[in-house]
């Protein structure tokens, strides 16, 4: 069901032909899929495997070792070079907002400060910087041009025995991950935290603006979601609603104005409005 390509396609190292109509049906077709999407991993680990069990072999070129570019995630190369007594892997950090490389820089030099503590001297030596190491000196502009700068571990021959091999080639080829995932986690935190303090301040400013204006206010219910949990006076019911309604069609029946005795005769007396006649008369123009 699978076909190596030779040659590979242009810019591509490895290049596979699947028959989809060999591949069985039901819960061993999953699994099937998973195995030939595990290929790219399953290489690189290879390749990292064997990078990190030779530390002791002399890879130089002119006096300097030359790193190593290893993709695993698309435009989020790694490098490793290989060193007489240590292999250090060193990550360009990217990132797309700002407020990321704020928190993905307080992460790094954090991990910096715990990775150096005595509780933590057998773990891989964390070094971050904003400038790209030394060991990265004539790569391309590319692959240095970076928002979150340089993070690089040395692995020693001590973090490659035995099972620790297999562990160690899994968290570098997911440390892209694992830090996206911590700056997902902070970034919602730090929101959920803002939220719940701009609630709280506004059930503060709801229960002063109540007391001032004479309102009872439920201090529970007084945040963003909940302005309109001023208590109200009752509804009236039907019967009151009906006895109202029958005053104002009595009230609009009456036509009988009101009569004061008197009142014409001083009217016509007083509340006239007297006659003036103008010495100057006018003519109307066409």
């Given at each position: 069901m699978v076909e190596l390509i030779e040659p590979a396609a242009e810019g591509y190292q490895l290049t596979?032909?699947?028959?989809?109509y060999k591949i069985p049906q039901g819960k061993e077709s999953s699994k099937i899929i998973t195995e030939i999407a595990s290929i790219q991993a399953?290489?690189?680990?290879c390749q990292l495997k064997d990078m990190l069990t030779n530390v002791t072999s002399q890879d130089t070129s002119q006096g300097m070792y030359k790193p190593i570019k290893l993709v695993y995630h698309?435009?989020?190369p790694f490098f490793v070079v290989r060193q007489p007594e240590k292999t250090t892997a060193v990550f360009p950090m990217r990132f797309q907002e700002k407020t990321d490389v704020i928190i993905a820089t307080a992460f790094f030099q954090e991990l910096m400060d715990v990775g150096s503590s005595e509780a933590w001297v057998?773990?891989?030596l964390c070094a971050w910087s904003p400038i790209p190491p030394p060991e990265l000196r004539g790569e391309q502009m590319e692959d240095?041009?970076?928002n979150g700068g340089f993070i690089s571990f040395d692995i020693?021959?001590?973090?490659v025995k035995g099972k620790r091999l297999d562990k160690t080639v899994w968290n570098l080829l997911n440390f892209y991950a694992f830090v996206k995932y911590h700056?997902?986690?902070t970034r919602g935190f730090i929101q959920r935290r803002m939220r719940k303090r701009l609630d709280n301040l506004v059930k503060v400013l709801h229960v002063a603006s109540s007391e001032e204006d004479g309102y009872a206010i439920d201090p529970q219910a007084a945040g963003c979601g909940c302005i309109k949990s001023i208590i109200s006076v009752p509804k009236p019911n039907n019967t009151v609603r009906r006895r109202c309604r029958n005053f104002t069609r009595k009230i609009k029946r009456m036509r009988c104005?009101?009569?004061i005795q008197g009142f014409r005769r001083f009217r016509r007396r007083w509340l006239t409005v007297p006659k003036f006649s103008s010495p100057f008369k006018y003519t109307k123009l066409d």
């Open positions: 596979l032909r699947l028959d989809f399953a290489i690189l680990s698309p435009r989020e057998k773990v891989p240095l041009s970076t020693l021959p001590r973090h700056v997902k986690c104005p009101i009569k």
